[in-house]
């Protein structure tokens, strides 16, 4: 929420096929947050959900996200980075001085 909707063409979520951790999350709950994080991605307009059906690893996943982004710009963000308001125009900004 924190990236002026018209500066994004797109945002993929890549999931490296993720698997249950049996000691923290009963299987039943995972399959439900799956499913709600699924509903969550499918209702927002430029939001997509790619599943990977076998974990290659971190390069290869955001290579998928490479591969499949549409956008003129990529930018790789980690599920443990929160973006601040104001963090996007600056590096789109200096980018920009460089074509």
């Avoid at 979520?13 to 399959?31: E, G, H, N, Y």
Wanted: proline share 6%; net charge positive; charged share 30%.
């Amino acid at each position: 929420n924190h990236s002026p909707p018209r500066l994004l063409k797109e945002l993929l979520l890549i999931d490296d096929a993720s698997v249950v951790d049996k000691i923290r999350f009963p299987t039943k709950q995972w399959t439900r947050l799956q499913g709600e994080l699924s509903d969550y991605c499918n209702a927002l307009p430029k939001v997509r959900l790619i599943r990977l059906r076998h974990r290659r690893g971190l390069m290869v996943a955001r290579m998928e996200g490479a591969w499949r982004a549409s956008g003129e710009v990529l930018v790789f963000l980690d599920s443990h980075i929160e973006a601040t308001p104001g963090w996007l125009e600056p590096l789109l900004a200096r980018i920009n001085e460089d074509r």
